[in-house]
Structures are given as C-alpha cells and as structure tokens.
C-alpha cells in the first residue's frame, strides 16, 4: 500500500511539475485589475532587461513607490540596468512600468497616454505550424509593408511550403502587404536573415518571407514590445 501511495505521489509531482510549464504567464497577458483611489489600474506581464540611456527623459528617471500615491524613493541614472516586470495602465490615460532595480522594486513613468503593444491580442501566441521537419511558433501582428519585388506566396512558412499565389511587384509599381501573423524562428535566404509573415493578397492567404518586405522607417523590419520600450528609453536601435 504504502509503495502505491508513493508511485502516486510521484506521478502527481510530474504532472503537476508539467502542469506549471505549460501555464507559464507570458507577457502582454492580463495580471490585475483593480480600482486605487478613484483610480483604475490594468497591469500586464511584460519581462524585459533594459539599460537606461539617452532615450529616457529626466521624469523617467525617478522610481515611485506606486504610480497613484507618486512617493519617489530613488533617482535612476543612464547606463542603469533594470528589469522591467509588468505595465501598468491608468485611467486610460498613463502608462507606467513596474521595474526591479539593485533588488528594489517600483513604478517608473512611461507615457502619458496609453501605449499597449498587446492591445487586441497583438503578439500574443496564434499557433504552431510544421513545415519542412520545422516547427514554427506563430504570434500575432499587424503592421504594413511595401513589396518591390516578385514574392512567392506559400501555405506554409518556410521553403518547403506549397507556392501558391505570387506578389507581382518592382520598383515603379510597389504592392502593400499588411501582416496578420509571423513567426517567432528566423531563416537565412539569400543572405537575408529574417521572420516569416502570414498576409492576404488578392483573395490568397498565405505566408511570404520576411526579408522582402520592405519600411521606410528606421530600427528593426519588426517592432516587438521590445523593441519600442528600447527605442523609448534606452539608447535606440
């Protein structure tokens, strides 16, 4: 009897172990809401390690005990590391951010207006695509491009998926894509290391990679949560 109760025990602290894997919080998922005061706080997961630099504005240089009582308990300085933990919206009009710094925790100051890379589901998870003995993991996102050149459309990302539409596309007559989803993985085409996208053109849904998808704006081809809080306070990319 007793070594049952033991196998059993065992088994439960697997799959429990399993259980917590597989739950992980990831970022830009909900973590609170809350009314302060008269105040209405949203707060969602957002990891990121970040150095301070000539981005950031002196106000978001002061740590606060919590962004409604606005108590400073510390002065950051440029080339500081913190760790951002979550983002916290106010009243729908401030956004702050939650940081850890020299293991002390607070709120620095983020914008003010609401600034959510999440809203409506953006860069969360869409899926998992096995394509080519490869698995792609999928997130959401929106964002326009240009196309310059002929561009293969497939069913799947990567070479290994199915031509089936083509963006006809040069230099004097451009194409607009808009984006619905991409992966996670990078590959390496024709010197090109970047993303696959999921986009829609003239009926055909499907993947093109992203290494011709071209921006007039500076910084990365795409603008991660990530990239834009570095953009904004730290020292750009």
């Known amino acids: ?22 739950s992980e919080i990831i970022n830009g998922t909900i973590l609170e809401k809350k009314n302060i005061n008269n105040h209405t706080l949203v707060s969602k997961k957002h990891e990121q390690d970040l150095t301070l630099d000539y981005s950031a504005s002196d106000d978001q240089l002061i740590l606060y005990n919590d962004p409604i009582e606005k108590k400073k308990i510390a002065d950051l300085q440029r080339q500081q590391e913190i760790t951002i933990k979550e983002m916290v919206f106010i009243d729908d009009k401030e956004t702050w951010l939650k940081i850890q710094v020299n293991d002390k ?6 914008a003010k207006y609401i600034f959510d ?5 953006a860069w969360m998870p869409a899926g998992e695509i096995q394509s080519g003995g490869k698995t792609f993991h999928t997130l959401k996102c929106s964002q326009g491009f ?10 799947k990302p990567g070479l290994d998926g199915n031509k ?23 590959e390496t085409i024709d010197g090109k290391t ?16 992203g290494g011709y998808l071209e921006y007039e704006r500076g910084g990365p081809r795409f603008c991660t949560p990530e990239i834009d809080i570095e953009m904004e306070l730290g020292a750009g990319i």
């Open 105 to 110: 925790d607070g709120y620095i100051f983020y």
């Open 194 to 209: 970047e993303r696959w996208a999921k986009i829609e053109y003239k009926g055909i849904t499907g993947w093109v990679f």
């Open 1 to 22: 009897m007793k070594k049952i109760i033991i196998v059993f025990i065992i088994v439960f602290s697997i799959i429990s172990n399993l259980s917590a894997q597989n």
């Open 117 to 121: 890379p999440y809203k409506d589901g």
């Open 164 to 186: 089936i539409g083509l963006i006809e596309a040069n230099q004097r007559n451009s194409v607009v894509v808009i984006t619905m989803e991409i992966t996670q993985e990078k």
């Open 146 to 155: 240009l196309v310059y050149t002929n561009l293969r459309i497939r069913d």
